[in-house]
Structures are given as C-alpha cells and as structure tokens.
C-alpha cells in the first residue's frame, strides 16, 4: 500500500513540473475608446482588443514581459509587467497613459 502511495505521488511530481508555469496581468479600460492590447513574453506575442469599460486576464508566462497598447496601429504607451500586475488605461489630458494598481 505504501509503495502506491509513493508512486502516485512521484507521479504527480513529475507531472508538476511538466506543466508550464503561467502568470496573469489583468488590464481594465477606463476610457470610451477602443484600444489593442499586445502581450509579449518570453513564450510569445499576442494581441487583443480592449473595448471602452472593459477588464481582461491575460495568461502569460512568469517571467513577466511588456504590454503595449495601440490606437489605429499607432503605438501609445508600453510598460514592463511581472506576474500578478494590475494595470488601468486612462486619459489624463491629452495622453493616454497606462497605470499600475494593486486591484481591480
């Protein structure tokens, strides 16, 4: 019976470490404008679409990355992210800026 028991968890062990660490970076739009979203990380570049009012979680790898965001294919703002990072779009004046927050 111990044997099995020391197999199985042996088993999920290995299964544990077979299975790729992911993060999350959730990114809210507080504005009335539309705006695409590219996550690069280490593993790859992904872009979304992030509508007015809208809050997404991204899936992306530990090691953190950058999030991009562009209007009519026109880069905006960038910044560096680490797994768990909260970020909020506004507008303050006439920029669009991309905020770090603790929560969402």
Excluded: H, W
């Excluded at 968890?9 to 970076?25: D, E, R, S, T």
């Excluded at 790898?61 to 560096?80: H, L, N, R």
């Amino acid at each position: 019976m111990k044997k099995y028991a020391i197999m199985a968890l042996v088993c999920m062990f290995l299964i544990g470490l077979a299975v790729p660490v992911l993060a999350k970076v959730t990114i809210k739009n507080n504005t009335d404008i539309r705006f695409e979203v590219e996550i690069k990380d280490s593993r790859a570049r992904k872009s979304y679409f992030l509508n007015t009012s809208e809050k997404q979680s991204f899936t992306t790898s530990q090691g953190g990355g950058k999030v991009t965001i562009y209007k009519k294919g026109e880069e905006i703002t960038k910044s560096a992210f680490d797994d768990g990072d909260c970020f909020i779009i506004v507008i303050e004046g006439e920029n669009v800026v991309i905020k770090k927050v603790r929560n969402l």
